[in-house]
Every structure is written in C-alpha cells, then in structure tokens.
C-alpha cells in the first residue's frame, strides 16, 4: 500500500509560481509511475504531467512550457514547479502513483488534494 500526502496548494495571482509537493510512503517499491492530475468545477478530471521511475517525464498540452515535474529522489517526493500561471489552471491538484504493466495500470493510490487558485 502506499500512501501519498500533497501541499503546497494556495492562492496566486495570473503570472504567478507555485511549487506542490508530493510526499510517497508504504511500499513505494511497488510503484513506476507518478504524477499530477487536477479537477476544476464542473469538469472531469484531467492528467496534467508523469514522471517515471527512471526519470522520464510527459506533459499535457495546456500545461507545457510553464510546469516541471521532477523528483522521485531519496526523500520519495515528487514536486510540481507551475510557472506562469493563469485562471485556468485554477483546481484541485492530485498526487498519483500507479503500477504500469505492459500499458496496463495496476495498483493506483491518489492523495486528498490540495487547492489552486488563480487570481487576474
């Protein structure tokens, strides 16, 4: 089982940085992949950006160019730096961890979220 925990969600305003953080514990070993989903109001929950456990890292189109996921380092954190942010990227930001297998997931774990506000 693994248990994952985000911060460092608040307010900002458009043009603004905010760096989340995701911190991993249980039975990390059983995991390859993490990343960040987020939900705004009224829309379905979007994948934002993955990294993998030998460091390779994908982003979604709305979001490349202006955030960096990094980490995964002795500490079992995962960061999220969000650059240049605008209204859009307002939402609740998840931590996942998952088991991929052969394009097959196995073994997925979310965090509570944590708020993003983007104020013009």
């Known amino acids: 089982q693994v248990q994952l925990v985000e911060s460092g969600g608040g307010l900002v305003q458009a043009g603004g940085s905010l760096r989340l953080s995701c911190a991993a514990s249980?039975?990390?070993?059983?995991?390859?992949?993490m990343g960040w989903y987020r939900q705004a109001p009224g829309k379905q929950r979007e994948w934002v950006a993955i990294?993998?456990?030998?460091?390779?890292?994908l982003y979604t189109d709305s979001v490349k160019g202006r955030f960096t996921i990094s980490g995964w380092n002795a500490k079992n954190t995962v960061y999220l730096q969000m650059n240049s942010l605008k209204p859009e990227d307002t939402a609740v930001y998840y931590c996942?961890?998952?088991?991929?297998?052969?394009?097959?997931?196995?073994?997925?774990?979310w965090g509570q979220g944590t708020q993003v506000t983007v104020s013009s």
């Open positions: 996942n961890a998952k088991l991929l297998r052969s394009q097959n997931v196995y073994d997925a774990y």
């Open positions: 249980g039975s990390i070993f059983s995991i390859n992949v």
């Open positions: 990294i993998t456990s030998d460091g390779s890292t």
